[in-house]
Structures are given as C-alpha cells and as structure tokens.
C-alpha cells in the first residue's frame, strides 16, 4: 500500500467548465486579486467581493465532475492505496465525484464565514451584505474562502501527511501560490517521490521526479489505472 497525496488546483475543474485563474481567459485577467481576494478588498467592498464568489458559487453548482475527479475517487475507494486529496479548489466537484478523504486548504464556496465573530454556517446560494451572522447577529458574513494574506486550513495536518507520504502528486496547478507552490520542494526534502500532472510545465515542473503533460480527463485517469495495475 502506497500513502499517496494529491495535491488539485483549478486545472482539474477546467474540463467541467470552471475558469482557472491565470489563463489568458482566466479569472484574475478580469478582477484584481486584491479587490477580491483580500480581507482589506472585502472591508473596502464587501458587496464586489460577494457578487464574485456568488458568481463562483452558481458556476460550480452548475457543473459536474469530470473523468479527473472520478478517477482520483476510485484511486480511493479502491483501498490499495491510502489516499488524501489536498484541494487548492473551492469548487466541490472532488466530494461530488465521490473522493472522501479530502481537505479544502482554501476554503469552500460552500461556507460562510462571520468576519467578525469567526462562526461558520452553510453558505446560501446567494450571500448579501445584510445577511446577519446566526451567532453573532452582526452583518459580517463572508464566504469561507482563504484569502491572500490568511493562513491556509490544516496546515500542520498536510505537511505530517505530506512527511510520511510515499508518493506526492500535484494536478492542475500552476505552482504560483504558496504554500501549495512549496509542497514538491518540501515532499522532495522528505524524500518522497513526486509526480506532476499538468496541462504544461507549471512554474515549478523541474522540482518532481518526473511530469507528464496532457488535460486532466485524459492523463489523470491513465496514471490511476496504472496505480491499479490495470494499464
Ligand atoms: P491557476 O489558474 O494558477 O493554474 C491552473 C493550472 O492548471 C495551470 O498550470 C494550467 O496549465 C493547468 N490547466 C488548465 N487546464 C487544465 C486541464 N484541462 N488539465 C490539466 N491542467 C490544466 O490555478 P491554481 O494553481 O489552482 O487562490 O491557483 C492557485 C490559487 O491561486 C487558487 O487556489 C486561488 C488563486 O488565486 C486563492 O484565491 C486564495
């Protein structure tokens, strides 16, 4: 049995109709990250700030999981291998593929977030200013997404799993936001094999073993029947 971790990025939704972020048709091409994606952006215009995640958050209701994400759910349920799923996506399309063992380090558009009294409920599919926090009472809701500037969640609990992993796999991530971007480097510190899957180098291909290019639908499949022994 192999410890595998996988770490996803916004790649592997691309292919369930999802924008990635820095394409040239990308999401940060329209809206400047610290407008959105800043607890000062949110404070300045919490309104601009909401609009864009409920935007986000009807586009992944709308869409499904691909053959990427299902696949990664039989790696799983399989049971030969001990797998962890590490998204960088706040999209759910990895638990409604079916993967369990899975940690949203950035958050989920599926939550929200009392910005002033730290309370977390199920995010409504639309999320206004006015909203009031369940606890607290105030109108602070944000979506529980980390933002540049904030700590990634369970931090302490992915480099453990990342130490005694045997094998680190990055998909669909193009290695700009740390500390996701410092995984391979810190796996391969720990002496781990490591492995990306992407649709082109990403900024840091030369860190893994070894990497193999193609869209996430076609390759990640293949690469998890051969951990099955079926290829
Ligand atoms: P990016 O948009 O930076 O990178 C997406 C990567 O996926 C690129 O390397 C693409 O080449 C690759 N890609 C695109 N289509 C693909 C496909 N069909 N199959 C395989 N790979 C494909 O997105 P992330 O790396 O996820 O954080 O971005 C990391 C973080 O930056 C996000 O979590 C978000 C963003 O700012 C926050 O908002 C805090």
Redesign the pocket.
Same mark, same amino acid.
């Given at each position: 049995m192999a410890r595998i971790v996988v770490l996803t990025?916004?790649? /592997?939704s =691309?292919?369930s109709g999802l924008r990635?972020?820095?394409?040239a048709d990308?999401l940060w091409e329209e809206h400047h /990250?610290e407008d959105v =994606?800043t607890p000062e952006g949110f404070a300045r215009d919490p309104e601009l700030v909401l609009r864009f995640y409920n935007a986000r958050r009807a586009a992944a209701a709308a869409a499904t999981p691909n053959a990427a994400h299902r696949a990664l759910a039989r790696l799983e349920a399989d049971g030969r291998h001990e797998v962890l799923i590490v998204t960088? !996506?706040v999209d759910d399309l990895h638990e409604r593929g079916g993967s369990r063992s899975l940690i949203h380090m950035?958050g989920a558009l599926t939550g929200a977030l009392c910005a002033r009294c730290g309370h977390r409920w199920t995010a409504p599919a639309v999320m206004r200013v006015s909203d009031p926090c369940p606890a607290c009472a105030r109108p602070a809701a944000r979506p529980d997404i980390?933002?540049?500037g904030e700590m990634p969640y369970r931090m302490e609990e992915i480099w453990q799993a990342l130490r005694r992993a045997d094998l680190f796999v990055s998909i669909?991530? #193009?290695g !700009?936001?740390y500390p996701a971007a410092g995984f391979v480097a810190d796996a391969g510190h720990a002496g781990v094999e490591t492995l990306e899957l !992407?649709?082109?180098p #990403?900024a840091g291909s030369r860190l893994f073993d070894a990497a193999r290019h193609g869209? =996430?639908t076609r390759i990640v499949p293949k690469w998890v029947a051969e951990m099955l022994g079926e290829a």
């Open positions: 990025g916004a790649g /592997i =691309a292919e990635t972020f820095r394409a990308g /990250i =994606a960088q !996506n950035h980390v933002w540049f669909g991530t #193009s !700009n936001v !992407n649709l082109e #990403s869209p =996430a």
